[in-house]
DNA sequence: AGGTACTGTGGGAGCGCTCCCACAAGTGAT
DNA sequence: ATCACTTGTGGGAGCGCTCCCACAGTACCT
C-alpha cells in the first residue's frame, strides 16, 4: 500500500504537501504562499518560504494548469514564413520588446511560424488544445482568417496593426497619422511648398492612416491638398521607382517627397538622382520606418521611427490585462482597447 | 451534486469520458486509440475514431503531462544574445531543419535564449521546473556549466558542436576534419604546393579538427607539415588580415591559403591584394562556412558548407530517441552518440 | 479435459495542484 | 453577553488524463 504509486514522482521532486508537512502546516497554505495570497499571516509564511528553499521546492506546472485551467503560456504568431521573420528587423524588434516585458513575469513565450497552409493547420489545432492563454499576433492580413478563431476559441488576443479602425481584437499601433504629419510639418518648415506623397500599400490601414496625416498636415498649415501629389506605392523599392517616375511627370516643380516606407524612397531616390535632381537641394526626401536603409543611403534619409519595442510591451501589456480580465469567471471588465503609440522624426541630412 | 465542480471544465471541452461514454467503450479504450496503441480491435477504433470526430475531441495537454509524467516539450537553447542569433544565418538554418523534422510530430519547440546572467537565471528554473522533455544545446562554451546542470536533472540533451573528443553529451557535429582535409585536397589537386592555414580559435574543437584535416590531407598527398604555413586566428576579420601578414611575412612564396572561416578569409584577401597578389593566379584561397559573404566576395569564394540544416534534423532525431529511451523507467539503452556530418566543398572562383 | 498464453477491454488509483467550504480565533459594535 | 464580521487556516473534491491490474474471451498446446 505504501510503495503503490511510486510510478511517476517526477524524478523525486518534492510535493507541495511534502513541503506543508516540513512547515508544518496544511496544504492550502503553501499554495497561498507560493502564489503570493496576501491572507498568511507572516510567520507562517516565512516558515512556508524556509520549507521551499530548504526541499528545492518548484511548482509542478502540468499539475497547476489541470487544476487551474490555464497554461502561462502565450504564443506569439508570425504569419510569415520563417525566413521573413529574420530577415526583417521589425519582428526582432518586437521580440525584443516582447521578452524584455515577460521578464518578470513567469509566463511562457512561444513562437510560432505560421506562414504556410501546414503550419496554419498545426496552429489551429494548438489553439483548441488551449495550450496557450493569449495570443500575440503581429500583422494580420485584413482576410485572415486567425482572429475569427480567436474570438470562437475566446483566446485573448492582442494585434499589433489593426487591420481597420473598427479592428475588434485588442490592438496596439504606432501613431501613423501622427508620424506622417510630423512629417509632412518638417517639409514644410524647411520652407517646401510642393510636398508629394508616394503611399504604402492602401489595404493597409496604417498607410491609409498616413495619408491622413498628409493631408492634414498641409491643410492646417493653410495649403490646399493637390491630388496630383499623390501617387500610391506598395512599400517595395519598385513601387517607390514608379510612383516617382509618375509624380515628376506630372509635377516636376515639386520640391518635396514623403514616402511611405524607407524602401520606397530609395526607389525615389534612384528616380531622382536620374532625372539631375540633387537631394536635399532640389528635392527633399523623408522615408517611413527608419530602417537600416535610412541610415546607410546616400544622403541619410530623414525618417520616421516606430518604436516597435514599446509596441512589443504594450501588446504584452494589454494582453495580460485581457488574460486577467477573462479568468474571474465571465464577466469582462474594460472595453476593447487600442494603444497608439508615438512616433518620432529622426532627421539625417535628405531633409 | 450533479452541479458540483463544473468550475474548470475549460471552456466546456469534451473529455476523454465523453468520448467514451459516446463510443460505447471504456475510457481506458479510448486512451489506447488516442495514444496508437495496437492493442484495439479495428472494430472499437473505428467507433471511438468516430466519437472523437462528432464531439471535437481535442486531449488535454495538462492533464497528460500530469498523469504520464512528461511535457511534449523541448527546448532549443540559444547561450547567445537575440540579436547575435538574429544576425547569425547559422542559427536560422538550424532552426529550419530542427522545425522540418519536428513538423510531424506533436512535440513543441521551445526557443530559450539564455545570453545574460538573468536569462541563465531563469533557464536554471526553468530545467529545474522539468518544463520540457529534453534540451537543444547549439554550440556551448567549454566552460559553460549548463551541460552539468542537465545531466544533473536527468534532462536529455544534444549539443551541437562538441566540447572536444570526449564529449559527455550527446553531439551532432559537421565533418571538421573531412571538410578541412577536402579543401586542402582541393588546392593541392589544382597544382598549389604551399598551402597556409589561418586557423579558427583553437578553444573551440571544430577549429583544431580543422588543424588535423589540414595536416593530414598534406602529409597524405606527400608533403611534409611547415609549422611556418600555419597561423592561428580567431574566426574574425581582423584576426585573418593580422594572420595573412604574419604569414606573408614568414612564407613570401606561398601560393595559396585555406582559411578557418568565410570572415577570415575576407580578412586575408584584403591583405593579399594589399600586397599587390592575384586571387587565384598568385594565390588561391578557401574559406569555411560557405556564408554569405563567400558567395559576394569577389572573386566569389571557395568554401566548405556544413549541412546546418540536416544537423538540425539529425539533433531532434538524436534527441527524441534519448528521450523515448528514458522513458521506460531507468534502464538506458545505447551509448552516448555522436553524429558527424558530411560536408561539401563549394568550388568558385577564388581557387 | 485441463492448462497456458495471448488479445482486447473496463475501470480504479493516482499524478500535484487549485478552489472553495468549513471552521477556529480574534475584533469590534450592539 | 450576543451578533456580525474579518483573518488565517486545514483539507476535501476535483481537474482530465495515463498506468496498470483484473478479467472475459479465444486459441493452441498437452
Redesign the pocket.
Known sequence: ?AS???????GG?????E??ARA?????????V??GS????D???AAVQAAVAELG????T???A????RTDAIALVVPEPETRFFAEPYFSDMLRGVGAELADTQMQLLLIFAGNDRERRRLAEYLAAHRVDGVLLVSVHADDPLPELLSQLEIPAVVSGPRSAEETLTSVDSDNYGGARAAVEHLLGRGRTRVAHITGRLDVYGARRRVDGYRDALRAAGHEVDELLIESGDFTEEGGRKAMSALLSRRPDLDAVFAGSDVTAAGARQVLRESGLRIPEDVALVGYDDSAIARHMDPPLTSVRQPIDNMGRAMIDLLLTEISDK?P?GLRRGERRHAVLPTELVVRASS
Request: glycine share 10%.
Open positions: 500500500m503503490h504509486g511510486v510510478r511517476g514522482r517526477s521532486r518534492p510535493t507541495l504537501e513541503v506543508a508544518g502546516v496544511g496544504r492550502g497554505t503553501v499554495s497561498r507560493i502564489n496576501p491572507r498568511v499571516s510567520a507562517t509564511r521546492y518548484v511548482p509542478n502540468a499539475a497547476r489541470l487544476a487551474a485551467n479568468r469567471s
